[in-house]
Structure formats: C-alpha cells, structure tokens
C-alpha cells in the first residue's frame, strides 16, 4: 500500500516529486565510461539494471530520504523536483502529489500547468506541449496549484489529455575527453543548460538523465473550480 502523503498532524501536503532536504546528486561518485556501438559512453562503475532508462539514457543518481514508511521526508526545497521520483509518476502516469492514481475523465488524464500571463489559451494551441510535471488527482489539484511556487505565481492551465506520452528527457549533456568525462560547455565556456532530447537521441550515451518530458496530445482545457466545485471541494 502506498503511505499516505498526509500522515496524522503533519501539513502541510508536500507532493511526491518534491525534492527534500539531505538529498543529494552523487552521479559524479562513479561516473565511468564503457563502450557503446558507437564509441564510449556514460556508466556507472557500480551500475544496478534501475540506473537506466530503456532507451539506454543513464539517470542522475539522487539519493532519497525516507521514512520508516517509506515516504520522503525532511524539510521541502519547494522549487526543486526529485528526479527519481519524477520519472516514477511519469512513467506510470500516478498523481504528483500523493503516487495514486490521476483523476481520468473520458475526456483523459488531468494535468495542471504553468501558462504565464497570458489568457486561457485554445486547446489547439497547446497540443503537444512538454511538461515535467506529472499528472494530479482531483483531490490534490488545488493542492498542486497552492503549493507550486511556479503554478502560485502564474497562470495556470487544467487540462483533460487523452494521449499523454514520454517524449524525451530532460539532463545534462556531458563531453568525452580520451577518458576525461565532463559536463559540456557551450562555446563560450559556461556549463549548458540542462537540455531535452528524444530517446532515439545519437548522443544519448553521452547523457545524464534526470526528468521525463511529457508530451500533451488531445487536449480538452478544462475549468478546474467548476470540476472541484462539483465534487464539493472548494
Ligand atoms: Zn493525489
């Protein structure tokens, strides 16, 4: 069974995916190179089958804090996402906030994103647009949006999708030096940004994964309050 997000006297809710004190990034710890078909590429020196993804992208390694029910725990860093737990709500499309099942409609899957100050915007115009954020249950979408310091400060869309689908990931591209392995610089010699690419990417073996990109197909953009409204959530 999966614990609760809302144990007895502890709020506020902190969602799933958000990171939490003392987790840490330690890729670098046993970073290593292996040959690929196509030349050396990213491994780890200890590597578990759960390291990668099965388009062969290696993930971040991000270590977790948990507690004795197995639920993250520690203080929130409100604005950062933990990887892992990310791409497990990704990839079996559960509810950011508690790993339950999303609230599904005939008309689809609900998701909630950051649409800027703008508008509300067509349905035609979003198809296809890539999130990082999972889908919600009906129960936590207000949740969502009070939480997110992203959602909070912007617009926000609610959207029934009836074709989710990974897309792709989110990571740090590294550079391969005879056996020096690095994050890439740009030109101009700063660290690229973290960058997107397709699975079938040719340089996906010289990739750190970390966050899967969802992409939106058949949208139907949706009037939360009204949804909410009618379950008696206010
Ligand atoms: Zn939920």
Not at 10 to 15: C, H, K, N, R, T
Not at 103 to 112: K, N
Not at 118 to 142: D, I, N, S, W, Y
Not at 197 to 223: K, S, W
């Amino acid at each position: 069974m999966t614990p609760s997000p809302q144990p007895p006297g502890a709020a506020p809710v902190v969602p799933f995916i958000t990171l939490r004190e003392n987790e840490h990034d330690v890729s670098d710890r046993s970073l290593a190179l292996r040959p690929f078909r196509n030349g050396l590429g990213l491994c780890y020196a200890d590597e578990r089958d759960e390291d990668r993804d099965p388009s062969g992208i290696l993930y971040a390694r991000v270590t977790q804090n948990r507690n004795q029910t197995g639920w993250p725990a520690g203080k929130p860093h409100w604005k950062q996402v933990h990887p892992t737990r990310q791409r497990e709500c990704a990839t079996h499309m559960l509810c950011h906030v508690c790993k339950e099942q999303p609230s599904r409609t005939e008309q689809g899957t609900l998701f909630i994103d950051v649409l800027g100050p703008k508008a509300r915007p067509k349905a035609a115009r979003l198809e296809g647009l890539r999130t990082f954020q999972p889908p919600v249950c009906l129960r936590h979408a207000k949740t969502a949006i009070d939480l997110c310091p992203h959602l909070k400060r912007n617009t926000y869309v609610a959207m029934r999708v009836a074709a989710p689908r990974l897309a792709g990931m989110l990571g740090t591209p590294y550079t391969i030096t005879g056996l020096t392995i690095t994050p890439a610089h740009t030109p101009g010699g700063t660290a690229m940004k973290p960058t997107i690419i397709p699975f079938n990417h040719p340089q996906r073996h010289y990739f750190l994964g970390a966050q899967y990109a969802i992409e939106l197909n058949q949208i139907t953009v949706i009037d939360l309050e009204d949804e909410l409204a009618d379950l008696g959530h206010d």
